[in-house]
């Protein structure tokens, strides 16, 4: 965005509508600290939906009623800077109904600060694995609904927005939920701009390990196709209810690919499905899901889909080339193993690592919450409760 980031201060900054956030029709605007100030009741710790490595996200409401999330960034080093510059550039860009869009930023000298609509229903994160998953409020349509929509916003992000754009860090915790349940993508700060004609580029790593393609979490090479690694990895998560890398008896890690890989072969479907759902879903989909989800997770990145075949072949459109096809499990080198900490401890969220400069990897959760995800259960209020949001989980399901 570069000089466009305008100072923020308790001085009133006029209003930069330029945009409109997510498929909304609102515009986005420069907030003053002032605002976001008052808005967040002093960025209180009631107020707090999440923290990690990148700082903390806080519920507000302005002035006009608007329900909002801030996040609010801990440290402005290098890296930090370039992040939330890589953010709003990127949200200034995206137009798509499930997207995150921009609702306004704040830049002062010392501070850093991104505004989001509050989404009701948090992250898929947790309902799968956070507070939320012992209510079991994701039924198998409300799980379709989920990964479809978080498909159509992948594909518009490949193939319709110029230049392109690659999330690169596709996974539970930053896919948010609204009221009716409609997913939205978020979290921009890791997305790489694809000039036209790139196929691929070489990059430093950034992202989650579970999630990340192996060629990417190997060498560095990053293209739409490690998003489409990322999203096979989380099809089958909200499929059956597992997290990416868990942690077996005795320390040993397994990848959610190792576990499903024997139960295809033998064409065990049913017992792939999330037993929350207690049997209450459609088998045909279910085969069909899990297909495409091991189409996405090939080792070779040629072998996998598009977002846009993704798509076609979710919505029925399409038949998988390969229909009970063997799902290639990777192994992740040691030493990035070592680094997951998200088993460690089962109310945690997936750790982010980030291959900074070096040849060296090291832990970084700067990722870990995405944009407002889940917090351990005994440190995180209810919502509903705390901010009186008719438009919760209980009043959707009543």
């Given amino acids: 965005m570069g000089s466009s980031l305008s100072c923020c201060s308790s001085e009133k900054v006029d209003q930069g509508y330029s945009g ?27 107020n707090k939906l999440g923290e990690g490595g990148f700082g903390s996200v806080f519920w507000g409401k302005t002035t006009d009623g608007l329900q909002i999330a801030v996040k609010k960034l801990k440290a402005m080093n290098s890296k930090a800077e370039m992040e939330f ?29 991104i505004v989001y609509d509050y989404m009701p229903n948090l992250s898929l994160l947790s309902h799968l694995h956070g507070q939320f998953a ?28 110029t230049p392109h754009i690659i999330h690169r860090d596709i996974k539970a915790s930053n896919v948010l939920l609204d009221s009716d349940f409609e997913p939205l993508v978020a979290d921009f700060g890791f997305a790489k701009l ?58 040993v890690k397994r990848t959610i690919t190792e576990w499903a890989e024997p139960l295809i072969l033998k064409g065990r479907f049913r017992d792939l499905a999330d037993p929350k759902l207690r049997g209450n879903f459609d088998e045909n989909q279910l085969k069909m899901t899990i297909n495409v989800a091991a189409l996405c997770v090939q080792n070779e990145p040629e072998k996998r889909p598009n977002m846009k075949e993704v798509v076609g072949l979710l919505k029925g459109q399409d038949r998988p080339t390969m229909m009970g096809t063997r799902m290639e499990s990777i192994k992740y080198k040691d030493e990035l193993m070592v680094m997951d900490q998200n088993s460690d401890n089962d109310d945690d ?27 351990e259960a005994p440190k995180m209020r209810d919502p509903y409760k705390r901010f009186g949001n008719a438009r919760g989980i209980n009043a959707k399901l009543t």
């Fill in 85 to 113: 510059a890589v953010e709003v550039e990127v949200l200034g860009r995206v137009r798509h109904k499930n997207l995150l869009g921009l609702r306004g930023y704040c830049v002062g000298t010392d501070q850093r600060l």
């Fill in 20 to 46: 409109t956030a997510g498929g909304g029709n609102h515009p986005w605007r420069i907030f003053t600290y002032k605002e976001l100030h008052a808005a967040t009741n002093g960025f209180s710790e009631d």
């Fill in 194 to 251: 694809i000039p036209e004609g790139v196929s691929h580029m070489t990059t430093r790593v950034k992202g989650t390990l579970g999630y990340l393609a192996p060629e990417y979490a190997m060498w560095g090479k990053v293209s739409e196709s490690c998003d489409v690694y990322s999203f096979g990895i989380l099809l089958l998560e909200v499929v059956t209810g597992r997290k990416p890398i868990e942690k077996l008896p005795g320390g």
């Fill in 134 to 161: 012992p209510d079991v409020h994701l039924d198998w349509k409300r799980r379709m609904k989920i990964v479809l929509g978080s498909a159509e916003g992948l594909l518009y992000l490949h193939h319709e927005v």
């Fill in 349 to 375: 969220d997936q750790d982010g690592i980030d291959d900074d400069n070096d040849e060296s990897r090291h832990h970084d959760d700067s990722g870990a919450y995405g944009v407002f995800g889940a917090m």
